[in-house]
């Protein structure tokens, strides 16, 4: 698997390709403010003690305090969360608002520990970095495996720790300790909002033929606002593989499989015009609308070449390597990047830590309305830059937000 950090340094060499930046600018964004790896010890439920590699980054804070996720998974190494990290600050940078960027990470399969035992290591993580948390320095949000009573739970500790019960510590709480209407879709809401922005400038159809790779908080949500909107999911995806259909996959029925079961294997029998295939079949179907919402690296150089879909939209994070996207640039397949494409989320975080701070609790419409603005608007702006400089709408992303990001840091 290829290094996501080498992947995401690789694009900020591009863009300093078609932008001048400054040599000093560049520089600081080559590595992150500070690296911090800790040790978590565990009291496991048979009295036994292990200890958990726990990890926080945080990249640049030119815009505001640290932002970004926390994410939970055995595979989860530096690189990937600095990579991650880096990529908070463009995200915030592209969708204006006033938040830097980090992430944080734990090595661990979460289906392994009992909730106890995920409760202990998730406050022996709060514990440890409580000194460089806090609703001014640093305020985690769930990721990949992270729930909102993980935040809960943090932002708990945090307050037994500092006596600071706000709640601003953490965002994507549940709604009764501080979250915010509208947070757990709003990722995929988000993506859908750009999508209506830039669906007339992409020539796309008012009905598109969508396919989502990942069917977990993100790609389900997805799959839900797209269906509802009268366009037709015709495949989805998730680890062991995925299901097509032609005629469009019923996705409120495959929401309700999948909360039953846990996955979407065995939704195929369903109906009789299922058909499972591969994650690599999958990707490379012929669709309007290609939505990547699982992992990293997905979109490589051996398969960007089999891509048939007339438009990518990258609601995961980094699903993309370098030389895919120079494929798929050679190739004309628009592709609407994650800094954009899945700023939804942070966007309704910075609202959460709004209204935590100043008590306050918004209507899920006030949430969408805000959001929505903020979304077209940034869309619009990511446009203007890659026309102006005549390159892709990725590279346009990260020119508006460096931009923004370099104005701070002078
Ligand atoms: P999740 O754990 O809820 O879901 C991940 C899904 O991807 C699962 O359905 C899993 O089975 C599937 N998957 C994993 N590997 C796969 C593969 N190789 N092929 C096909 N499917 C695969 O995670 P999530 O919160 O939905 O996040 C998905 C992506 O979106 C991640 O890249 C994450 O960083 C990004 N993201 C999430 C949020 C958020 O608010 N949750 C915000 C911004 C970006």
């Given at each position: 698997?290829?290094?996501?950090?080498?992947?995401?340094?690789a694009?900020?060499?591009?863009?300093?390709?078609?932008k001048?930046?400054?040599?000093?600018?560049?520089?600081?964004?080559?590595?992150?403010?500070?690296?911090?790896?800790?040790?978590?010890?565990?009291?496991?439920?048979?009295?036994s003690?292990?200890?958990?590699?726990?990890?926080?980054?945080?990249?640049?804070?030119?815009?505001?305090?640290?932002?970004?996720?926390?994410?939970?998974?055995?595979?989860?190494?530096?690189?990937?969360?600095?990579?991650?990290?880096?990529?908070?600050?463009?995200?915030?940078?592209?969708?204006?608002?006033?938040?830097?960027?980090?992430?944080?990470?734990?090595?661990?399969?979460?289906?392994?520990?009992?909730?106890?035992?995920?409760?202990?290591?998730?406050?022996?993580?709060?514990?440890?970095l409580s000194?460089?948390?806090?609703?001014?320095?640093?305020?985690p949000?769930?990721?990949?495996?992270t729930?909102?009573?993980?935040?809960?739970w943090?932002?708990?500790e945090?307050?037994?720790?500092?006596?600071?019960k706000?709640?601003a510590?953490?965002?994507g709480?549940?709604?009764?300790?501080?979250?915010?209407?509208?947070?757990?879709?709003?990722?995929?809401?988000?993506?859908?909002?750009?999508?209506?922005?830039?669906?007339?400038?992409?020539?796309?159809?008012?009905?598109?033929?969508?396919?989502?790779?990942?069917?977990?908080?993100?790609?389900?949500?997805?799959?839900?606002?797209?269906?509802?909107?009268?366009?037709?999911?015709?495949?989805?995806?998730?680890?062991?593989?995925g299901?097509?259909?032609?005629?469009?996959?019923?996705?409120?029925?495959?929401?309700?499989?999948?909360?039953?079961?846990?996955?979407?294997?065995?939704?195929?029998?369903?109906?009789?015009?299922?058909?499972?295939?591969?994650?690599?079949?999958?990707?490379?179907?012929?669709?309007?609308?290609?939505?990547?919402?699982?992992?990293?690296?997905?979109?490589?150089?051996?398969?960007?070449?089999?891509?048939?879909?007339?438009?990518?939209?990258?609601?995961?994070?980094?699903?993309?390597t370098?030389?895919?996207?120079?494929?798929?640039?050679?190739?004309?397949?628009?592709?609407?990047?994650?800094?954009?494409?899945?700023?939804?989320?942070?966007?309704v975080?910075?609202?959460?830590?709004?209204?935590?701070?100043?008590?306050?609790?918004?209507?899920?419409?006030?949430?969408?309305?805000?959001?929505?603005e903020?979304?077209?608007?940034?869309?619009k702006?990511?446009?203007?830059?890659?026309?102006?400089?005549?390159?892709?709408?990725?590279?346009?992303?990260?020119?508006?937000?460096?931009?923004?990001?370099?104005?701070?840091?002078?």
């Open positions: 698997m290829q290094n996501p950090f080498q992947n995401a340094m694009q900020l060499e591009k863009v300093a390709k078609v001048d930046l400054g040599d000093e600018f560049l520089m600081r964004l080559r590595q992150p403010d500070r690296d911090i790896r800790v040790s978590i010890p565990v009291k496991m439920d048979d009295g003690m292990k200890i958990f590699e726990g990890y926080r980054v945080q990249y640049n804070n030119a815009l505001g305090p640290y932002k970004g996720g926390l994410r939970y998974h055995e595979d989860t190494e530096i690189n990937e969360v600095k990579a991650l990290g880096f990529w908070m600050v463009l995200k915030c940078g592209v969708a204006g608002i006033q938040m830097g960027g980090g992430k944080g990470g734990i090595a661990v399969d979460p289906g392994k520990l009992s909730k106890g035992e995920l409760e202990g290591l998730t406050r022996g993580w709060t514990d440890r000194d460089v948390l806090g609703p001014y320095k640093d305020v949000a769930p990721d990949v495996n729930t909102p009573e993980i935040m809960g943090i932002a708990d945090y307050a037994k720790i500092t006596g600071d706000t709640g510590v953490t965002t709480k549940p709604l009764g300790q501080g979250g915010s209407e509208g947070r757990n879709t709003a990722t995929a809401q988000g993506g859908f909002y750009v999508f209506e922005t830039l669906k007339q400038e992409l020539q796309l159809p008012k009905k598109c033929n969508v396919v989502i790779q990942g069917f977990g908080n993100v790609g389900s949500n997805a799959a839900l606002i797209w269906h509802k909107a009268g366009h037709t999911v015709i495949a989805v995806s998730e680890t062991q593989g299901i097509y259909n032609s005629n469009g996959l019923d996705i409120e029925k495959l929401v309700e499989f999948k909360k039953k079961n846990g996955n979407i294997s065995g939704f195929s029998q369903k109906d009789s015009q299922n058909i499972e295939i591969t994650n690599q079949e999958l990707l490379a179907l012929e669709c309007d609308l290609l939505i990547p919402a699982a992992f990293e690296n997905q979109l490589t150089k051996d398969n960007a070449g089999e891509i048939k879909a007339k438009v990518i939209l990258e609601l995961a994070n980094g699903p993309t370098p030389e895919a996207d120079e494929i798929l640039f050679q190739k004309n397949i628009p592709l609407v990047p994650d800094i954009l494409a899945n700023a939804g989320g942070v966007i975080s910075s609202f959460e830590w709004e209204q935590n701070l100043k008590n306050e609790h918004w209507s899920e419409e006030e949430v969408f309305k805000k959001l929505k903020k979304l077209e608007e940034s869309s702006k990511m446009l203007e830059k890659s026309r102006e400089h005549k390159t892709s709408m990725r590279i346009g992303a990260f020119i508006l937000a460096l931009e923004r990001i370099k104005d701070k840091m002078s």
